[in-house]
Nanobody, 119 residues
Framework: QVQLVESGGDLVQAGGSLRLSCAAS????????MGWYRQTPGKQRDMVAF???????NYADSVKGRFTISRDNAKSTVYLQMNSLKPEDTAVYYC?????????????WGQGTQVTVSS
């Protein structure tokens, strides 16, 4: 059974930092592209950052230079370091695991962790 468990969400003041973690189980972690998405009420879930199996990263323009995604394959964990947080970063953050195309499986999602940035 695949499980993605996020942690690290909190209430923080603007300009502060948080680190989100997502621990995966039930998957061959090193074979999956891992990502973070976020969603606010009434809006679609948007990609924040992802990291490929080779370690390549990609970021939404709104977080470039402030957020850093990383992975530890030995711990089956992906991280999102968030610095210089802004009120507009407030959202529920979801961990995503994208299987290799050859497996023809849908993405896996965590339950989400709330990040609230106060002004």
């Amino acid at each position: 059974q695949v499980q993605l468990v996020e942690s690290g969400g909190d209430l923080v003041q603007a300009g502060g930092s948080l680190r989100l973690s997502c621990a995966a189980s039930g998957v061959s972690f090193s074979s999956y592209t891992m990502g973070w998405y976020r969603q606010t009420p009434g809006k679609q879930r948007d990609m924040v950052a992802f990291i490929t199996t080779a370690g390549s990263t990609n970021y939404a323009d709104s977080v470039k230079g402030r957020f850093t995604i990383s992975r530890d394959n030995a711990k089956s964990t992906v991280y999102l370091q968030m610095n210089s947080l802004k009120p507009e970063d407030t959202a529920v953050y979801y961990c995503n695991a994208r299987p290799p195309v050859v497996l023809r499986r849908s993405d896996y999602w965590g339950q989400g962790t709330q990040v609230t940035v106060s002004s």
